[in-house]
């Protein structure tokens, strides 16, 4: 029988845990619902309160032809840095995972290093590297894929890491070598596919990342190739409830992509258990 102290410990345990989460709660959530209600309201600087609402801003803002655009840029070169980083970052780390398990705490530097890279530098570099003859990349959306290549590398580099540590390649490579399928097959048809929670999530990352990102690509294309974020700090200048609107489309767009990795990572927990269920029946 557990004694009135220890009811009175688990009470206080769960009653702290309740404040705590509560409290993060609402310092997430109160400047977001700030944000939507600045965005709607006709008049928010006289009062604690909004005086009237309207959907004025919102009409306004989406209803021009430079919001479409700016969302299709960004959305274009997310996607792009997403493809680029797949192609790049997955063979690379199983690569290593499976020939060069020694080069993994170099991999893990370099994955650590883009963390410690200011955009202006980052951006100067690139600048100064790839403006140059022959290339001639400057104030093009290449070099702003590159850019992203660069900063999202931990964000695919690691759940793909993850995802191979979490199964046999070896035993897996070794099946299909067996079959006569070579390096390449084995692993496009066997690997991949049993990283592929990984690939989502990274990818998931590296578009989110890419998407809301303003620094790079306000130092590397500027206006001439306008993206989301640009748009969204023009407005910040001339029409804060406007301005308030886009910040809230950006966060829906971030809150379905992380919406997407929460069900991936659901999926991903959920197969183990229907294997054992599926075992015990047997």
């Not at 959907?55 to 209803?63: E, G, Q, R």
Request: proline share 5%; hydrophobic share 55%.
């Amino acid at each position: 029988m557990s004694t009135p102290n220890a009811t009175n410990r688990v009470s206080a345990s769960s009653l702290a845990r309740i404040t705590v989460i509560t409290l993060f709660l609402l310092f997430m959530i109160v400047p977001i619902l700030a944000t939507a209600l600045f965005s709607i309201s006709v008049r928010w600087d006289r009062s604690i309160w909004p005086e009237g609402f309207t959907l004025d801003w919102w009409s306004k803002v989406t209803a021009k032809t430079a919001f479409r655009t700016s969302l299709f840029n960004s959305v274009y070169i997310s996607g792009a840095s997403v493809l680029a980083s797949l192609a790049l970052v997955v063979p690379t780390a199983y690569w290593v995972h499976t020939k060069l398990p020694r080069a993994k705490a170099l991999m893990e530097i370099l994955a650590i290093i883009p963390f410690g890279f200011p955009a202006a530098v980052l951006a100067l570099g690139l600048i100064r590297l790839y403006g140059a003859a022959p290339l001639l990349l400057a104030s093009s959306p290449v070099l702003l894929v590159f850019a992203y290549v660069v900063i999202t590398l931990p964000f695919m580099y690691r759940p793909v890491m993850n995802a191979l540590e979490a199964i046999d390649t070896r035993t897996l490579s070794e099946a299909a070598n067996s079959l006569g399928a070579g390096q390449t097959r084995t692993f496009l048809s066997v690997i991949l596919p049993n990283i592929r929670s990984g690939v989502v999530n990274g990818s998931l990352l590296v578009f989110s990342a890419a998407f809301v990102e303003f620094a790079l690509a306000s130092l590397l294309i500027g206006t001439r190739f306008k993206t989301f974020p640009i748009y969204l700090v023009e407005f910040t200048r001339f029409d804060a409830r406007q301005a308030s609107a886009l910040a809230l489309i950006s966060f829906a767009c971030a809150w379905l992509i992380s919406l997407g990795i929460l069900t991936t990572s659901a999926h991903r927990s959920e197969r183990p258990r229907l294997t054992t269920s599926k075992t015990k029946d047997q």
